[in-house]
């Protein structure tokens, strides 16, 4: 199996332009779920999908950023228009999810981003 | 007040060394716990799911106390191969990971 599959896996750019992560999640996984790292704030959750469809985006940080799941194997994160402060790694997880009482995300390599 | 508080460390040992290190977290409607594992500029992997009645996995030993709302990891005879970060996850009762900001562990020869 391949894995979560995410590009670019380096992204610079200036403020203010608009900046498109994508990922391809686990082929037969149902979910799928962007995360943020950042040295100050760790790892946020900003989105996750089930089955495609948006469940809970309380995590995006402002009407800036924005998630699309168009089919079950893929997913776009967009940040319009990029700021400095949003320069973190971007990570994309997906899971199995059979039961509700435990499953495990799989993470994808991540997207570096920088904003200048 | 952290969702999920962890000691940054760094923890430096030696090679053979026994470490713990101990998280704590706030919502007491949490209903699953995780250790995951991160490599420098690498993604988190799952490390070990947590038992309430505490769970073993080779040199890796989870604990639970949801009475204190405390999950533990013990790792023996520490090898080089574990330097890394170890995140703390909880999984809350909206079904959301929520992670710790992870303690450094750096294993010396």
């Not at chain 1, 799928?32 to 809970?56: A, C, H, K, S």
């Not at chain 1, 893929?74 to 790694?89: G, H, W």
């Not at chain 2, 490599?39 to 309430?52: G, I, T």
Request: proline share 6%; with cysteine; charged share 20%.
């Amino acid at each position: 199996d391949a894995g979560v599959i995410q590009s670019p896996r380096h992204e610079v750019t200036e403020m203010g332009q608009e900046v498109t992560l994508r990922c391809k999640p686990i082929s037969g996984h149902n979910s799928l779920f962007w995360y943020r790292q950042t040295m100050m704030r760790g790892l946020e959750l900003l989105i996750y999908f089930n089955n495609n469809v948006p469940i809970d985006d309380s995590g995006m940080p402002e009407d800036r950023f924005s998630a699309k799941m168009p089919n079950a194997s893929f997913s776009t994160l967009k940040i319009q228009p990029s700021e400095p402060r949003d320069s973190a790694v971007y990570f994309c997880a997906s899971s199995l999810v059979r039961q509700v009482a435990s499953y495990e995300q799989y993470f994808g390599p991540g997207t570096r981003l920088t904003v200048t | 007040r952290k969702e999920v508080e962890q000691d940054p460390g760094p923890f430096n040992v030696p090679e053979g060394a026994t470490v713990a290190f101990n998280c704590t977290y706030s919502n007491s409607a949490s209903q699953s716990f995780f250790w995951y594992r991160q490599d420098c500029r690498k993604e988190p992997k799952l490390l070990m799911s947590v038992y309430s009645s505490g769970n073993e996995d080779g040199r890796f030993t989870a604990q639970l106390n949801r009475a204190s709302q405390y999950i533990s990891l013990l790792i023996r005879d520490s090898k080089l191969s574990d330097s890394a970060t170890y995140l703390c996850v909880v999984r809350d009762n909206t079904g959301k990971l929520i992670f710790g900001q992870g303690t450094t562990l750096q294993v010396k020869p």
